[in-house]
């Protein structure tokens, strides 16, 4: 569980010693013990927009590690089972509750709604130092139209960074199904692997500790031009080992 009194950093020093303690361009592989007793030992308030199989799923992932989450919907009165079972650090809100409250921004909504959450939310989103972009399209259930704009814009992560201009994205847990997030966490033999894809140096830093905090290891496969393989469908889709990842990875181009 996390401990928030138990470290007497401000945020703003935590961020920075995430941030301090990771070489730029490093890949989930690199040491991080050091780094991640100090970041399971302070909260860091996330919040959801999107709750969802899978956002509800990754939210309360992090709310039984005790950081404080809210989840986000535009309908967040239906959100109370939810918040009941991710326990005592979880809450539901609004959308632009959400954005006030979250220091990380999970994002885990259908593709299409990103655009109204740009249009809405993109310059105080601009101002976290990291959203977690799971989200997928999808011809089936978003239509052909976003499908053709993602792949215009070089595919999912740059399509992101477009509808979201200035926020620090790192996509993430985006072939990891909701069924699979609470079995698949801190398994045994080893921890199942996260391909993540990210252009800023900080955001990766914030979502690689983050991520193993929650039992499983991120794996930094590029930037988010590479994004276009952390969608499912590709090699990169499916569960994977860290290893597997890596050499999948190498592969492509
Ligand atoms: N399910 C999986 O196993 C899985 C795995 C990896 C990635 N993903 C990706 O994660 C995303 C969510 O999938 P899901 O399965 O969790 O879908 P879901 O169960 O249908 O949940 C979608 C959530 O988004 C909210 N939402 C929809 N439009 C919104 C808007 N304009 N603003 C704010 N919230 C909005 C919905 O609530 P309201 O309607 O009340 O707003 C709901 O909470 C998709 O892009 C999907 O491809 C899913």
């Known amino acids: 569980m996390v401990k928030a009194s138990a470290v007497s950093l401000g945020r703003r020093e935590f961020f920075e010693l995430i941030i301090g303690g990771i070489t730029l361009g490093a890949t989930a592989s690199a040491p991080l013990s050091a780094l991640g007793q100090t970041a399971g030992a302070t909260s860091i308030k996330i919040a959801t927009i999107g709750a969802g199989r899978e956002g509800g799923a990754i939210g309360t992932l992090f709310a039984k590690l005790g950081h404080p989450v809210m989840f986000s919907a535009r309908n967040p009165d239906q959100l109370k089972d939810l918040v009941a079972s991710a326990g005592p650090t979880a809450q539901a809100g609004t959308v632009a509750d959400a954005v006030a409250f979250g220091e990380v921004i999970l994002l885990v909504v259908p593709y299409p709604a990103i655009e109204e959450i740009g249009r809405d939310y993109g ?34 992560g740059l399509a992101t960074a477009k509808l979201l201009p200035g926020a620090h994205i790192v996509r993430a847990f985006n072939a990891i199904g909701a069924g699979s997030l609470a079995t698949d966490a801190h398994r045994p033999g080893g921890p199942g692997g996260v391909p993540i894809a990210g252009d800023d140096p900080k955001a990766v830093a914030l979502a690689i500790s983050l991520i193993k905090e929650t039992g499983f290891e991120p794996v930094l496969v590029g930037g988010l031009a590479k994004g276009k393989y952390l969608v499912p469908g590709t090699p990169l889709a499916g569960e994977h080992s860290p290893a597997e990842i890596r050499k999948i990875a190498a592969s492509l181009t």
């Open 123 to 156: 310059k105080a989103l601009a101002t976290k130092p990291l959203i977690i972009d799971v989200s997928n399209p999808s011809a089936g259930r978003d239509g052909d139209a976003i499908v053709k704009f993602v792949a215009d814009q070089g595919g999912a």
